[in-house]
Each structure stands twice: as C-alpha cells, then as structure tokens.
C-alpha cells in the first residue's frame, strides 16, 4: 500500500519539498540518486514522484490516482517505467543494455520514459560503465531514479552525473508511533525501534517467534545473572546457545543485552529517555538500587567488549561463560 501525501511529507519532508519544486517549476534533473538507510522512504517516494511524472492530470504536484496512467502505473502495466533490480548478487551489463534499447525506443505512450534502478551500488563495472555512458548523453524525455543504501559504493562519475537526494533515518518515536499505529503493542514497539530503523523490518521482527523468544530470554537472563550466576551459566548452555546460533542472532542478542543495563542505567540516572523495555520499568527500578553507578558501567563495559569479540571469536560458549561472569562481578 502506497503512503499518501501527508505521510511521506511526515517521513521526509525535505525531500518532498524538493521533488515537488522541480515538478511544479519544470526544472527536473535527467538524474536523480536517492541515498539513505532501509525504511527510509525511498521506495515509498520513488513511487510517489513517478506516477507524479507521469499523471496526465495533477493536483497541486500530487498525482490524480484517477488517470488513466495513474492507474496504468498501478496495475504495473505502464509502458513508459522500467524498474531494474539485481539479478543474482549484481545487476548485470545486459540488463544496463536492455534498459537502454528500451529508453530510445519511441515509447507507446506519449510523455517521460523513467527507469528506476533499486539497490544501484550491486552494478559491477561493465553494467555501471555502460548506465554511465547513457547518463553521459541523456534523453530529453528520460528520468532516471538510482536508488541506494551505500551511496559510496556508487562510481563517482555516476554520483556527478546525478542529483543527489539524502534521505534521513526515521526518527525511534515516529517509527515507534507508525508501528504502534498498526497494532504493535508499545514494548514490542519500544524493542525492535532499538534494533532497526526500517518499519519494515521492526514489523517482521515484532511478527517472528523466535524474536518473541529472544526478548524473553534476554530479560530473563539479566534477572538470573543479577541474583545467582551459576543459573545464568546453566542458562546460558541450555537456553541461549540453542536459541542464538546464528551470528546475526548472537549479534542482536549482545545488542539486547546491552539496552537492558542501559535501561537499568537510564532508569537510576533518573533520565525520562524512551526504554527499550518499558515493561521492565519496576524490574529495572529494583535492580538500579541494587547497583551503584560504578557496577553499570562495567557492566555495560562487559557486553560492549562481548560484542567486540564476538567477531573474531569462534568459541561462542566461553565467550558467553566469560560474559557472564564479568556481569556478576560488576
């Protein structure tokens, strides 16, 4: 479902501004380059500024919907948009040759060809080469769109070629407002807006199981390790071992671990900062006059240097074992 109007302009309102400037003053780049992290908005606005640019009847640079292009667009069957993704790892040279048969053809409908082009920086060099030489000598009437989270990766004389639109990370309390928004209970919400700034990836975490049983698991082991740490060794063989195999897993659960001590470290210091676990609230409450200042910041010093390790480091249980120890002793 597209976003409308006023929820794009919510997510990033410098940008809209700008596209609509371009549209309403006839001043379109042949070029545009949209960078920014994933849940940014960028596919959202990408589809918003091409109906836009092909709507044969605007209102105040919003598109119509009503159209026949606009709903052409809709149905994915405009003949003037081509959207470009990798095949594979990269996106290849034929697809790059393809797209440039396809933009000098005369387009079946009247008006802008656009072709849009998602995760641009998977080019390799013959495919970003032969997209560079088509930028070089654009079409009057072709729009691109290279849309891209690692604007670094992206060949420089591309970059130069293009004008370049920042999007900015969604901020943790709107991302946590829209999520809440769409039924996700505000601790859920609180937890994964720590984790990613994607809505889209918050909702996939809030919806799997196993993630429902990381966050129990990781709470339960602050508990366990604060009173008796031989239990949290014992949960640490059976439980979470078992639960975070996966590097990626073992990531996020030292980033877990280490927002619930800030949480008990934020709630002693008196700071009204949003918690990650705002469930927790009485827990960390009792916990923070348990601890002095001094044992939260070895605490946290402990997982920050965990999760230093855990690269470079294959012996995940006495990674763990050692982890655990230095949280009892403080």
């Excluded at 877990?256 to 900062?273: C, H, N, P, S, W």
């Excluded at 960390?284 to 946290?300: N, Y």
Aim: negative net charge.
């Amino acid at each position: 479902m597209h976003k409308t109007i006023e929820e794009l302009q919510d997510m990033q309102p410098v940008v809209v501004k700008r596209l609509q400037g371009a549209y309403a003053n006839d001043r379109l780049a042949h070029a545009y380059l949209l960078e920014g992290p994933s849940g940014s908005g960028k596919k959202e606005l990408t589809h918003f500024f091409v109906k836009l640019l092909l709507c044969e009847t605007p209102i105040d640079n919003v598109p119509c919907e009503t159209c026949r292009s606009c709903k052409l667009y809709e149905s994915g069957n405009h003949p003037n948009i081509l959207f470009i993704e990798p095949d594979g790892q990269n996106i290849k040279i034929d697809q790059i040759r393809d797209l440039i048969y396809t933009m000098n053809k005369t387009a079946l409908n009247s008006g802008r060809k656009i072709y849009v082009i998602e995760q641009a920086d998977r080019m390799n060099n013959s495919s970003a080469n032969a997209l560079l030489k088509f930028l070089e000598e654009p079409e009057a009437n072709v729009t691109a769109l290279l849309l891209t989270e690692r604007l670094n990766a992206i060949m420089s004389t591309i970059r130069s070629r293009c004008q370049l639109l920042s999007f900015q990370p969604l901020s943790r309390p709107k991302l946590m407002e829209r999520l809440m928004a769409d039924g996700m209970t505000g601790s859920m919400a609180a937890t994964v807006s720590m984790l990613t700034q994607s809505e889209q990836e918050a909702k996939r975490l809030s919806e799997e199981e196993q993630f429902a049983d990381e966050r129990k698991l990781v709470l339960k082991l602050v508990e366990t390790v604060g009173g008796n740490v031989h239990e949290a060794l014992l949960l640490i063989q059976s439980d979470w071992l078992p639960l975070f195999k996966e590097k990626e897993d073992a990531e996020r659960g030292l980033d877990m671990l280490l927002f619930a001590y800030r949480d008990i470290a934020t709630v002693k210091a008196g700071l009204e900062t949003a918690r990650t676990y705002p469930d927790m609230e009485e827990t960390w409450k009792q916990m923070a006059l348990q601890r002095s200042f001094d044992v939260l910041s070895r605490q946290l010093q402990a997982v920050l240097q965990a999760k230093q390790q855990l690269p470079r480091n294959m012996n995940r249980t006495l990674l763990m074992e050692q982890l655990m120890l230095n949280l009892q002793e403080g």
